[in-house]
């Protein structure tokens, strides 16, 4: 089913935007944020988004996460209860509500259809740049970086998740329309600091052209595992690569080995 068009503030189709969510680090990439009806999982994004306004919440807690407790002293918990994941990020993140949807399509897609989407994503540096780079007069702000998890029915095994989420993210946020400037790392396997077991993988960009003022390399990360029933699920980081404040590899698999099963998503 195509996407329909997301409440207003919510899409762009130029450099990363985060209006109220990311969009792509190239010119024509797309990332849309909305909010989902109901509380039914669907984390490829792009399915029944609301018209109305978003769901009133702590202006510092849209998760109502008050009863969870980041695992990190000082940190902040974010949660994904269609998931039953929980996993926290340092304090200078930004939480969105756990109906927040971030997902990248293709920029020539009018349908908008998803690539990979991700569900209650936070972000770093909401601002870190601010543009207009499709030239309507409207500036969007991009994000540093950006963090959320997903479920991944369908896929067959953790491995194929982690070798294939990180460089749909790389393509879809910094090099579209070129595949061939997406670079995969190896998988591994890995255990979050709770016991999880899974598999981590990685993919960066290597020559994005930097036609516009936000254009830059990326690289993303996602742990793939299984949930409390068993199914198939990911937590995925991306963010611009080579520029000064870089997230560095270190803190995304330390907030990686924060991911933990918090709930039985049936019980949402």
Known sequence: ????????????????????????????????????????????????????????ASPNNPQDTDTETATVKGWKVVVNPSQGIAFDVPPQWALQSTDWVTYVSENDDPDDTPLIGMRAPAYLKEQWC????????????????????????????????????????????????????VRPGTVEPFTTDTGIKGSLGTAWSVGVKKSQKCSTDGKAWTFAFKNTP???????????????????????????????????????
Do not use: C
């Not at 209006?19 to 029944?48: C, H, K, P, Q, Y």
């Open 1 to 56: 089913m195509p996407a329909p068009p997301p409440p207003s503030g919510g899409r762009s189709r130029s450099t990363i935007v985060a209006v109220i969510a990311a969009t792509a680090v190239v010119a024509a990439a797309t990332t849309t944020g909305f909010f989902l009806l109901g509380s039914g999982e669907d984390n490829r994004a792009g399915t029944d988004p609301t018209k109305t306004a978003s769901p009133q």
């Open 130 to 181: 601010t543009s207009d780079e499709d030239k309507d007069g409207t500036a969007e702000d991009t994000p540093l970086a950006v963090a959320g998890s997903r479920g991944n029915n369908g896929a067959r095994s953790t491995e194929e998740i982690a070798g294939a989420d990180p460089k749909a993210w790389v393509y879809g946020q910094f090099t579209q329309p070129d595949k061939t400037k």
């Open 230 to 268: 068993g199914d198939l699920a990911s937590w995925s980081f991306f963010g611009a690569k080579g520029v000064s404040d870089e997230v560095p590899e270190s803190m995304v698999r330390r907030i990686a080995a924060t991911v933990r099963l918090y709930k039985d998503p049936s019980d949402s």
